[in-house]
């Protein structure tokens, strides 16, 4: 499924076409880049271009949140290196805050199977070396593509809201019921 290498106190992760390595500050001007990019931010970052403080402070709390817990947020690269086409992980979201997964991808990389390819290790690696009890996600209504994928991931979606411009869907899955899906 995915192999785990050390990386200092965060693991770096491998898929069949990706490398996952944990945000650091030398990805800093590449992850500024991949969340300013239009289609990456529309719904992500409701459409904001966040500063570059923001982007440092986002690979702060991610380095943090792996060495607390194991879990932060990977840069995403083709196998054999190359820049970062986009991003894996979990953050926590709401109030009060709970961890969620996210992704994002670069538009030259999308429709290629890989947002599901990442996120299926990001899952495996929370189910399987870190215990989690479930893996939960959200999106907007009106983001499909995303939807398709938290499907494909053996997903369901347990609400929805009016909140926002156009509403919010919630996605879970269930340690046992992901694991015996063999996804």
């Known amino acids: 499924m995915f192999d785990a290498q ?42 904001e271009i966040m500063p570059l403080e923001w982007v440092e402070d986002e690979i702060a709390k991610s380095e943090a949140r792996f060495a607390d817990n194991g879990c932060g947020l990977w840069a995403l690269r083709e196998l054999g290196g190359g820049n970062v086409v986009g991003f894996v992980g979990f953050s926590p979201f709401f109030d009060p805050p709970e961890l969620q997964l996210q992704y994002g991808f670069l538009p030259s990389h999308w429709g290629r199977g890989l947002a599901t390819e990442a996120a299926s290790a990001a899952i495996g690696y929370a189910f399987e070396s870190l215990g989690f009890e479930d893996v939960r996600a959200a999106t907007n209504v009106p983001n499909v593509a995303s939807i398709a994928v938290l499907e494909r991931l053996g997903m369901e979606e347990w609400e929805r809201t009016d909140g926002g411009e156009a509403g919010t869907v919630f996605f879970r899955v269930a340690a046992e019921e992901w694991l015996a899906s063999g996804i």
């Open 6 to 47: 050390p990386h200092a106190i965060m693991p770096a992760l491998t898929t069949e076409r990706l490398e996952l390595c944990p945000f650091e500050p030398a990805d800093l001007d590449e992850l500024h880049e991949l969340f300013a990019e239009p289609d990456v931010r529309r719904y992500l970052l409701h459409d």
